[in-house]
């Protein structure tokens, strides 16, 4: 009857339980592998850390700080689903490496995780990062958490379908719409959507349209003050609020290929891969699959603009992976011991280039790839938002909402729900 | 090991006038006790410990970990009332009774297929048993590509209108696929308890039957469903209160989409233990273990002393 929660946190935010499944297998498997390869001595320190992409890149940090450590500390690499069970068991891990979520916030809001405040002045990070920690619940006079990669998300074109049609990236959301207009009467798709994977409906056309014309943490710490007030006639509501973006929204998923409520994020990577639509609203991690069907591919990648100002453009970020130590933590020594390896600049930044993310330390280098590249002016004057699908518990099925109102359920309705759902939880 | 030590016993035991058999006969041999000790702790341990304590936290605000407080009956007043709770018993009852039926309609008159005198008997039996060694997770995946990419390519192609669309991707609809699929799966269980229902008939009735010039269908309807109606309730009671965890096969086919349409008690349940919603989903599981136990406290109460047919 009880059961645990899933616990793979994954380079996306919020990312599916089926992706969970199959890294639970995988996880189980490669720790055994890891078990076999220890054997140097020393006191024992284990790092959590189960980003899938990113497990052998870590096994090979831990080994250069375990040859760094020899016969003082060993780390081990835990990469396993599930994390609530290691809290509630009060055998958490020593030192946490994950993306920073929800599932996350629980731990952070409840003071189950330690002080990480001096170390933090070591990490360096970047005031409008550090901020992106603060737009959520946090246990006060503590630093819980400290940043290491971030990921940047936006539009992915196809820059020889925009060459063929001569068409300029768009700074206006009327500017968007035109765009997408001239490419239809082409006979292009102009964008691609992929509605039966939920997430990738929160995560693209919700998450850009919201966040491109609202300030996030704002209306959310204006929602958190009504407390118990809340509903959908409350004085600040997502019925309220969310209306106009979510219909600017809908006009842009207009423009999706012809049954796009069937297709999935596997079935949308192959298809922009293939050139079948000018427009995919996915982050870098559908880069990684896309190139495995074309490498060659030209894509550039633009922020949604969602007003008539230029200057409002912003891209979704969310911090992938956060370092933390637990209060429980058994080898708090050693973790930060191994924290302080991880924030090394020449440790770091390596990591952010090889993944496709972001540095988070104020003199962080410059993304390599030369698509992301076409993001790093809006990184570095902070032009970002982290998206309002990261900022609801997971308690309310908000992916699922997100879908509803693609797949044709009555706006209005949908976000009255959401608002009655949230007052229930507040009343709670 | 209990034995050893009895017949290990001094020898001058053995003197006294005491017949060892009429002994056993008054108490119960301790092998079955010891039989029956690591059954006992590992269920207790793994599976009514938990249940109570799942219970136990279903009275307060934990969110898995940490501190705590009572809050009475709060979290089974809001879960009453709550719409998204509602709404997912309603799916979950609606699609448990519509695929109990469709199993036992087709399992039964497959088994009465597959136990006439028909040819390729055992290689249809093992066809139709297949579905059965799949993991359920796989076959969800399987019938996801066949819904959303076969069946429209197929409707397209030979211009059947009603096909082009995806059913999963039907808010209406999305429903039906998942109980075909659930069926599908679950029905060689049933097909084979049928199958063994139908062997327990004796042949002399139908042979009698003949005689009085019954027709098939009264065959049926007077002889073979009454006299195999154990089976049929074991059947419909077993399939019903598995349909209720329904799980792996809709996350698969829709994640319980589209919107919220083909979201599961079950799913519920999980999505609370994913962020912190422990307590208040703790209720929700403990009202269903308490439906789920209703259900076989009826089961046991129809089918004692009926299983034989």
Known sequence: ??????????????????????????????????????????????????????????????EQFNDEHRGSIH???????????????????DLGCLNYNFEMLRFQERGALSDLSDLEAEANIAPEVRELVEHFPTYPGRTSVIPYSMMAAAVLYNEEIFAEHDLEIPTTYSGFIELCETLQEAGVDPVYSTYADAWTVSQGLIDYSVGGSIDVPAFMDELRDLGPE??????????????????????????????????????GNVAFARGEAAMYLQGPWALTEIDRIDPGLPIGIFPLPMTEDPDDAGVRVHLDLALWIPEAASRPDE???????????????????????????????????????????????????????????????????????????????VLRTLDEDWARLARR | ??????????????????????????????????????????????????????????????????????????????????????????????????????????????????????????????????????????????????????????????????????????????????????????????????????????????EAAGIDGASAWNRLRHITLPLISGFVLINVIIGFKDFLAAYEIILGLTDGGPGTATRSVTMAIFAGFEDGDYA?????????????????????????GRTGG
């Open chain 1, 1 to 62: 009857m009880i059961s645990a929660g899933r616990g793979a946190p994954s380079p996306l935010p919020r990312f599916s339980r089926r992706a969970a499944l199959g890294t639970m297998a995988g996880g189980a498997l490669a720790s055994v592998l890891a078990g076999c390869g220890s054997g140097g001595g020393g006191t024992r320190v284990s790092l959590h850390q189960s980003k899938p992409e990113a497990i052998p890149y870590f096994g090979d940090l831990l």
């Open chain 1, 75 to 93: 780390a081990v690499h835990d990469i396993s689903a599930n994390l609530s069970s290691g809290f509630a068991r009060g055998n958490p891990p």
């Open chain 1, 230 to 267: 809340a509903g959908p006639d409350a004085p600040v509501s997502f019925s309220d609020t969310l209306r106009e973006p979510l219909e600017k929204m809908l006009r842009i998923a207009s423009f999706s290929q012809p049954g796009a409520a069937a297709r999935n994020y596997g079935d």
């Open chain 1, 335 to 413: 973790a930060r011991e191994l924290l302080r390896f991880l924030i090394r600049p020449e440790i770091a930044d390596p990591y952010n280039q090889a993944n496709l993310g972001f540095g988070v330390r104020e003199d962080a280098p410059d993304v390599t790839d030369a698509r992301l590249q076409d993001l790093q002016s809006y990184v570095d004057r902070a032009a970002f938002y982290q998206g309002i699908s990261q900022a609801l518990p997971g308690t309310i099925p908000f992916e699922n909402y997100c879908q509803a109102i693609v797949t044709g359920q009555s706006l209005e309705a």
């Open chain 2, 1 to 206: 090991m209990a034995t050893t030590v009895e017949r290990g016993a001094p020898p001058d035991a053995g003197t006294r006038d005491r017949p060892p058999p009429r002994k056993r006969s008054r108490r119960v041999d301790r092998t079955y006790h010891l039989f029956l000790v690591p059954v006992l702790i590992l269920f207790s341990v793994c599976i009514t410990l938990p249940a109570a304590m799942g219970i136990f936290y279903s009275f307060t605000d934990s969110i898995g970990f940490g501190e705590y407080e009572f809050v009475g009956l709060n979290n089974y007043l809001v879960l009453f009332s709550d719409p998204a709770i509602l709404s997912v018993y309603g799916f979950t009852l609606g699609f448990a009774l519509c695929t109990v039926v469709l199993v036992n309609v087709v399992a039964l008159g497959l088994a009465l297929g597959l136990t006439g005198r028909i040819r390729a008997r055992v290689t249809l039996r093992t066809v139709f048993v297949l579905p059965m060694v799949v993991s359920g997770i796989i076959i969800a995946f399987v019938f996801q590509f066949v819904f959303s990419h076969t069946i429209p390519a197929a409707g397209q192609a030979l211009g059947i209108g009603p096909l082009e669309e995806s059913i999963l991707a039907d808010p209406d609809l999305a429903w039906i696929s998942i109980v075909l699929v659930t069926a599908w799966q679950a029905m060689p269980q049933a097909l084979l308890i049928y199958i063994a229902g139908l062997m327990t008939v004796p042949q002399d009735v139908y």
């Open chain 2, 280 to 304: 208040y989903q703790m209720a929700n599981s403990t009202v269903f273990f308490l439906i789920t136990l209703a259900i076989a406290l009826v089961q046991l109460r129809l089918t004692r």
